[in-house]
């Protein structure tokens, strides 16, 4: 609109009415992004759903060479007692031949000593290709794990090896309370 | 008021569209250059404060209905979790719960706005009655979503309202049954009262979309009740009511606002607070503010059939108001002795309020029910008679000239 009104005035100054609507219009234009923002928001996680946002889990009865799955966040997340096969598996790879390059050892979180309990895996059981829970149990070429969606293959490490997935099945923030108990979030 | 269209496309893209959808001519047409009479005042606003008010109710509630639960188990405490946890959730509950009340607010002087200027009488008879189908849907979505928070007032208006229809002779009970899915209000009934409170906004959308289709045939009514005769009655919508519609949306705003941020629960009852219980009744069960002089007419009838038809024929005779209303005068302020009449009726619907908001006893209850007699009386009696035995003042020769005797000087366009 000031674009009209400055056509039609030429060279002379800006008007009082070219400031009044430009005015009218920033006010217009800010107070309605201003309004639109609590009706995005409100699609955000509301502060009870935030407040489900830890897990503790009793990681004791778990046995040798299987594997439990918990909820957090309404996801799934492995942790699996791994065999000294595996651990020795997942370490005798080379990690520069890795699609998302990382050792077994960075993959686990220290206990309150820091010493690594490299048997106690635990991450996110959730395909980084698009989302699907991975088969276990040693399911697929690698020994680890096999996503039946796309066919990506996760080793004893829960490493992207083979198919479609970009990285490694993420490790969630997690903790040891005790040596029996873990924290997850 | 519908004459040729003067929209021209100036560039390609507008010609392209121009010929395939005329979108952009449709809205150029009805809110840019439709001819709108000049001397329009701020009772005139209140169309497009409505339709302001309708797409706030639509947005904020399709958000709630993102995190409402329709279940007599959980809808009392998923309101509590809107308010509490979501994020801006109180923000936009307290928006759509007052929502309803500037709603109302609005809808009812936008009405006796039409009453008192005549905006009823031909040619805008169509544009009236489409009207009234608006108000009783407003009022069935209202109701309904008053139900759905599940709390005492809740539920008790639910089964007192849904109760009215057990007066309908032979078939009443059936119908209540029908419409509960029970033997009493229950899941059934909150599930589909959600239902249709999500489906009747959208209803009203359209019969709107009607309303203002009907409106730009003949072209809005004006105070002086005159037709419009000539291009110098008229000034283009666009500025000129858009900013006049605009600046009465802003003071319309603040009001909503100071409820929303103030006084978020001044219109409603504490009582909705406890959650529904179906084996007991609250001691003082009352409808929103908008229903008391409806319950108020309900009330004054000491007959259970007849109370319920009096108060649907509240709305019923609005119907037929463009044929009981004989005179040929539209605007009262050419009618002395209907002017009158329509002040005392006027305040015969906030008396049927104030009644509607107490026991009826004593006063109350006889200040109720001549308020409802004078209701009907100005319907059927006053209006047919006045029509023919009044005697209207002398009205202006045309808009231009009214705005001119009106003591004002003749608004000039700036260029």
Same mark, same amino acid.
């Given at each position: 609109?000031?674009?009209?009104?400055?056509?039609?005035?030429?060279?002379?100054? @800006?008007?009082?009415?070219?400031?009044?609507?430009?005015?009218?219009?920033?006010?217009?234009?800010?107070?309605?992004?201003?309004?639109?923002? @609590?009706?995005?928001?409100?699609?955000?996680?509301?502060?009870?759903?935030?407040?489900?946002?830890?897990?503790?889990?009793?990681?004791?009865?778990?046995?040798?060479?299987?594997?439990?799955?918990?909820?957090?966040?309404?996801?799934?997340?492995?942790?699996?007692?791994?065999?000294?096969?595996?651990?020795?598996?997942?370490?005798?790879?080379?990690?520069?031949?890795?699609?998302? @390059?990382?050792?077994?050892?960075?993959?686990?979180?220290?206990?309150?000593?820091?010493?690594?309990?490299?048997?106690?895996?635990?991450?996110?059981?959730?395909?980084?290709?698009?989302?699907?829970?991975?088969?276990?149990?040693?399911?697929?070429?690698?020994?680890?794990?096999?996503?039946?969606?796309?066919?990506?293959?996760?080793?004893?490490?829960?490493?992207?090896?083979?198919?479609?997935?970009?990285?490694?099945?993420?490790?969630?923030?997690?903790?040891?309370?005790?040596?029996?108990?873990?924290?997850?979030? | 008021?519908?004459?040729?269209?003067?929209?021209?496309?100036?560039?390609?893209?507008?010609?392209?569209? &121009?010929?395939?959808?005329?979108?952009?001519?449709?809205?150029?047409?009805?809110?840019?250059?439709?001819?709108?009479?000049?001397?329009?005042?701020?009772?005139?606003?209140?169309?497009?404060?409505?339709?302001?008010?309708?797409?706030?109710?639509?947005?904020?509630?399709?958000?709630?209905?993102?995190?409402?639960?329709?279940?007599?188990?959980?809808?009392?405490?998923?309101?509590?979790?809107?308010?509490? &946890?979501?994020?801006?959730?109180?923000?936009?509950?307290?928006?759509?719960?007052?929502?309803?009340?500037?709603?109302?607010?609005?809808?009812?002087?936008?009405?006796? =706005?039409?009453?008192?200027?005549?905006?009823?009488?031909?040619?805008? %008879? *169509?544009?009236?009655?489409?009207?009234?189908?608006?108000?009783?849907?407003?009022? /069935?979505?209202?109701?309904?979503?008053?139900?759905?928070?599940?709390?005492?007032?809740?539920?008790?208006? +639910?089964?007192?309202?849904?109760?009215?229809?057990?007066?309908?002779?032979?078939?009443?009970?059936?119908?209540?049954?029908?419409?509960?899915?029970?033997?009493?209000?229950?899941?059934?009934?909150?599930?589909?009262?959600?239902?249709?409170?999500?489906?009747?906004?959208?209803?009203?959308?359209?019969?709107?979309?009607?309303?203002?289709?009907?409106?730009?045939?003949?072209?809005?009514?004006?105070?002086?009740?005159?037709? *419009?005769?000539?291009?110098?009655?008229?000034?283009?919508?666009?500025?000129?009511?858009?900013?006049?519609?605009?600046? +009465?949306?802003?003071?319309?705003?603040?009001?909503?606002?100071?409820? *929303?941020?103030?006084?978020? &629960?001044?219109?409603?009852?504490?009582?909705?607070?406890?959650?529904? &219980?179906?084996?007991?009744?609250? %001691?003082?069960?009352?409808?929103?503010?908008?229903?008391?002089?409806?319950?108020?007419?309900? =009330?004054?009838?000491?007959?259970?059939?007849?109370?319920?038809?009096?108060?649907?024929?509240?709305?019923?005779?609005?119907? /037929?108001?463009?044929?009981?209303?004989?005179?040929?005068?539209?605007?009262?302020?050419?009618?002395?002795? /209907?002017?009158?009449?329509?002040?005392?009726?006027?305040?015969?619907?906030? +008396?049927?309020?104030?009644?509607?908001?107490?026991?009826?006893?004593?006063?109350?209850?006889?200040?109720?029910?001549?308020?409802?007699?004078?209701?009907? *009386?100005?319907?059927?009696?006053?209006?047919?008679?006045?029509?023919?035995?009044?005697?209207?003042?002398?009205?202006?020769?045309?808009?231009?000239?009214?705005?001119?005797?009106?003591?004002?000087?003749?608004?000039?366009?700036?260029?």
């Amino acid at each position: 609109m000031s674009d009209a009104t400055a056509g039609q005035i030429g060279d002379q100054e @800006p008007t009082r009415r070219d400031f009044i609507h430009i005015a009218a219009g920033a006010a217009v234009v800010g107070g309605g992004v201003l309004a639109l923002w @609590p009706f995005i928001d409100q699609m955000n996680p509301a502060a009870d759903t935030l407040a489900l946002s830890t897990t503790e889990v009793d990681i004791s009865q778990i046995p040798v060479g299987s594997q439990i799955t918990v909820s957090w966040r309404g996801k799934p997340v492995f942790i699996r007692h791994r065999t000294e096969e595996e651990i020795a598996e997942a370490n005798a790879v080379d990690v520069s031949s890795l699609r998302d @390059p990382q050792t077994d050892d960075e993959r686990l979180v220290p206990d309150p000593e820091g010493a690594l309990r490299p048997e106690i895996l635990v991450m996110e059981g959730v395909c980084t290709h698009f989302g699907c829970v991975p088969l276990g149990d040693g399911a697929g070429p690698f020994d680890g794990w096999f996503c039946p969606c796309h066919g990506s293959a996760y080793d004893t490490s829960g490493r992207i090896r083979q198919g479609p997935a970009p990285l490694n099945l993420p490790v969630p923030p997690y903790a040891y309370l005790s040596d029996n108990v873990i924290r997850i979030g | 008021m519908a004459g040729p269209s003067t929209y021209e496309p100036k560039s390609g893209i507008e010609r392209w569209m &121009d010929s395939r959808l005329p979108l952009i001519r449709l809205g150029y047409d009805s809110m840019v250059d439709y001819p709108t009479p000049r001397n329009l005042n701020y009772w005139w606003t209140f169309g497009g404060i409505l339709t302001l008010c309708l797409v706030i109710q639509i947005v904020t509630g399709v958000v709630l209905g993102m995190h409402y639960v329709a279940h007599v188990d959980m809808a009392f405490d998923s309101v509590q979790r809107i308010r509490r &946890d979501v994020n801006y959730g109180w923000l936009i509950q307290y928006i759509h719960a007052n929502g309803a009340s500037m709603f109302f607010l609005a809808v009812y002087l936008h009405i006796f =706005r039409g009453l008192y200027y005549g905006s009823y009488k031909p040619p805008r %008879e *169509v544009i009236w009655i489409l009207g009234v189908v608006i108000l009783l849907l407003m009022m /069935a979505t209202a109701f309904m979503g008053y139900v759905l928070p599940w709390g005492q007032m809740s539920f008790w208006g +639910a089964v007192v309202i849904t109760n009215f229809f057990t007066a309908i002779p032979l078939v009443g009970d059936a119908i209540t049954t029908l419409l509960w899915g029970g033997f009493s209000v229950g899941n059934p009934t909150l599930n589909r009262f959600y239902s249709l409170h999500y489906l009747l906004p959208f209803v009203i959308f359209g019969v709107v979309a009607l309303h203002i289709w009907a409106l730009h045939v003949p072209g809005n009514n004006n105070p002086a009740g005159l037709s *419009v005769k000539s291009r110098a009655d008229t000034v283009p919508f666009h500025p000129y009511y858009t900013v006049k519609d605009g600046f +009465a949306i802003i003071l319309f705003l603040i009001l909503f606002s100071v409820f *929303v941020f103030y006084l978020p &629960d001044a219109l409603g009852h504490a009582d909705n607070y406890i959650p529904a &219980d179906p084996l007991k009744t609250p %001691e003082h069960i009352v409808p929103e503010w908008y229903f008391l002089p409806f319950y108020a007419i309900l =009330r004054s009838i000491p007959n259970k059939l007849m109370g319920v038809l009096a108060m649907f024929g509240s709305i019923g005779v609005l119907v /037929a108001l463009p044929w009981l209303d004989t005179s040929k005068v539209r605007s009262m302020r050419y009618r002395p002795t /209907a002017r009158w009449c329509f002040i005392i009726f006027v305040i015969a619907c906030l +008396a049927l309020g104030y009644a509607g908001a107490h026991n009826p006893e004593g006063i109350n209850l006889w200040m109720g029910r001549a308020a409802t007699l004078y209701y009907f *009386v100005y319907f059927l009696l006053l209006l047919p008679i006045l029509g023919l035995v009044e005697k209207p003042k002398p009205r202006p020769a045309s808009i231009a000239d009214s705005v001119k005797s009106h003591g004002e000087p003749a608004a000039t366009p700036a260029e």
